[in-house]
């Protein structure tokens, strides 16, 4: 709500509660006002006014940040509109006239204007600020400042006088606004935009306001962009405040490291830490900003310690950096906190702060890459390829698009399974120079170590493993020189593999995956290389089996994943054993299986992975003829699906080729 509206809502009798804007008691002290003598001074009407209007308008701020979350930027302001639009001498007629618009003409009329404003002709008003005045002419500064045009129609004592004080602004800074007025440009630099902003706001020039906002957009910077986003909040623009928290959000772990954030109040601190949507490598960068926040005036904060790491993914932080930063720590009483909530995390209890578990929303997202093999062309007379095999792990960042090496797997593999469980690696079974094997390891990323576990009951390769309810499921799979139809389950506590049901048939080379308490086992092989295209769903509490809509296609070795609420099967062979370049998803809500759009090459073996809402297909196996010999080569390229788009574009490719490996999204 403007306050040039309000003021006509007084002082012409307008009555403005018709618009919805203000409430009851905002309008008796508009109507109170209005008394029966109206010459009051413009600035105490305009105080009490600009109460009341920010009183309404902060409403559509409250709840902003509840969740931390933000709606789409929107760009509410043009940067381009700060001067005069011109137009070229265009004729218009009809019957009995012929009108001439020209476009200069308007803009040289106020240039001449400044021109008597600056050498103090026919001017009516001077403005007052800091003991100097700004001499102007009243009907020009009425039509160019919603503000002005109140000021001087309301029947307000200013109306009168020919020096009206000014106040809250200053002399330079009303100079400035005075000369867009007249001009329609302004200066803005990095020393005054704020005070220009403020003052731009209390005279309603909006396009100066807009002008300020797009330099701050422009400005923002890790070191500045908290300031930015409280001055925002405090003048209730929501565009740049929207701007200024995404640009934080972005860049949180920079952010963090400035000044700016150390005086952050409470309040605002507990805002961007409990938020899902900043931007962080590893959770304890959120649990490092915390700490500098709370070391940075211990007496005042350390009552806050409990409440701070409260909202910091704790268990996803390495206990031994912690342990770093308890040894470092000076503050007797901080030190017993720490060791409190250590000792509370290690016992796993969170009776002290919650434990946290999921990573945040906009955490990077890594892709591992995991075993797997490498064959190239040519190795002998018959022209079959060589064959090496990875102990390597190939990690993907899909925020920066670049591969890296992480810590390798003891014993390298292909066709091993691979699952998340409480935020370790494990890796299981798979082959070994033609060996199936029945070997576990599990990878800590708070350690950086793998780590042996228990072997399986039995050794397993091309056979399906998932994660469900802190425990992990191994599936079917070549078992010794048969086809295996048992199940194993491990607990991660004892450390155990127990049997324990059977699938309806044995197979291999399936694919399995877990969504929302049962397990989805789909297609493979079963005897005699038939390919299936059934699907399957296993209820671990009940042990019930039940079958839902078969695939399209029947196939096995291909790639799959969960994805939004679908299952993503991704390449594979054919009962021809040709290599697909198809891909089908099935709708849990539908129970439907429905084809999306190809890859852009065929793929057997390929690792699959989902991160950001989007499907990445990594490496495989490619059939390819050489000298009448048919044989598989692995593949390095990696290509990612958007679902919103369908379709298929190439991400940055493996340093070398890979084929059945395995792929997994890790938080760290």
């Given amino acids: 709500m403007t306050i040039g509206y309000l003021m006509y809502a007084i002082f012409l009798n307008t009555d403005f509660r018709d618009k919805g804007r203000c409430h009851n008691e905002n309008a008796a002290v508009v109507m109170r006002l209005k008394g029966k003598n109206n010459a009051k001074s413009f600035h105490s009407v305009y105080k009490v006014l600009s109460r009341i209007c920010r009183t309404v308008d902060k409403v559509q701020l409250d709840g902003f940040m509840a969740d931390g979350a933000v709606p789409p930027l929107k760009n509410g302001h043009n940067s ?142 890790y070191s500045n962009a908290l300031g930015i986003y409280r001055f925002a909040e405090a003048h209730n623009r929501l565009d740049l405040l929207e701007t200024a928290l995404r640009f934080i959000q972005v860049n949180f772990p920079q952010v963090s490291q400035e000044e700016e954030f150390l005086d952050l109040p409470k309040e605002h601190l507990v805002r961007f830490l409990s938020s899902d949507l900043i931007h962080i490598d590893t959770e304890f960068q959120v649990f490092q900003a915390a700490y500098n926040w709370i070391t940075h005036d211990i007496p005042a904060r350390r009552c806050y310690v409990f409440e701070i790491l409260g909202h910091i993914r704790l268990r996803l932080c390495s206990l031994a950096r912690l342990e770093r930063i308890i040894l470092e720590c000076k503050d007797a009483s901080l030190i017993v906190a720490l060791r409190s909530i250590e000792k509370d995390l290690i016992c796993n209890k969170g009776c002290l702060v919650p434990l946290h578990a999921q990573p945040r929303l906009c955490a990077k997202k890594n892709i591992l890459v995991i075993g797997g093999s490498k064959r190239e062309q040519a190795a002998d007379s018959w022209g079959r390829a060589a064959e090496s095999t990875y102990e390597s792990i190939e990690k993907y960042d899909t925020f920066t698009g670049e591969w890296s090496e992480v810590a390798p797997i003891s014993i390298g593999r292909i066709l091993p399974g691979v699952a998340l469980l409480d935020g370790k690696v494990y890796v299981v079974g798979g082959e070994l120079e033609s060996c199936i094997i029945a070997n576990c390891e599990c990878y800590d990323p708070r350690d950086n170590v793998w780590t042996s576990i228990a072997c399986m009951e039995e050794p397993r390769c091309e056979f399906g493993l998932c994660a469900l309810d802190n425990s992990l499921y191994a599936f079917g799979g070549w078992v010794g020189e048969d086809i295996g139809g048992s199940i194993e389950i491990y607990d991660p506590i004892t450390n155990t593999w127990t049997l324990e049901g059977e699938l309806p048939e044995p197979r291999f080379s399936m694919g399995v995956v877990a969504y929302e308490g049962l397990i989805y086992v789909v297609g493979g092989c079963t005897h005699n290389s038939r390919h299936r295209q059934d699907v399957m769903s296993y209820n671990p509490v009940t042990r019930e089996w039940n079958y839902l809509a078969p695939m399209l296609t029947p196939r096995s070795q291909m790639g799959i994943t969960v994805l939004d609420g679908y299952i993503y099967v991704v390449g594979g062979t054919n009962k021809n054993q040709e290599v697909l370049n198809s891909v089908e998803r099935y709708s849990f809500e539908k129970n439907k299986w429905s084809m999306v759009a190809p890859m852009n090459i065929g793929r057997s073996y390929p690792a699959v992975a989902a991160a950001d809402s989007r499907l990445y297909v990594i490496g495989g196996d490619q059939s390819q003829e050489i000298n009448f010999y048919r044989t598989q080569i692995t593949i390095s390229t990696v290509e990612c699906y958007d679902p919103h788009l369908n379709k298929w574009h190439e991400c940055a490719s493996l340093p070398t080729s890979r084929g059945e490996a395995a792929a997994i999204v890790a938080p760290f």
Wanted: charged residues 15%; proline residues 2%; negative net charge.
């Fill in 80 to 221: 381009n509109n700060m001067g005069f639009a011109t137009q070229p001498v265009s004729p218009t007629s009809d019957a009995t006239s012929t009108v001439y618009a020209v476009g200069q003409y308007a803009p040289k009329v106020l240039r001449n204007l400044n021109g008597q404003r600056l050498k103090n002709q026919f001017t009516d008003v001077g403005l007052v600020a800091d003991g100097s005045i700004i001499h102007a002419h009243r009907s020009v500064l009425a039509a160019g400042s919603a503000y002005f045009n109140a000021m001087f129609t309301g029947g307000l004592v200013e109306e009168q006088q020919e020096l009206v004080e000014i106040h809250s602004i200053s002399a330079s800074i009303l100079s400035l606004l005075i000369d867009f007025i007249y001009t329609g440009n302004v200066d803005i630099t990095e020393d005054n935009v704020q005070e220009l902003f403020a003052a731009a706001d209390m005279l309603e020039l909006d396009e100066v306001v807009s002008g300020c906002i797009t330099y701050l957009e422009q400005q923002l910077h």
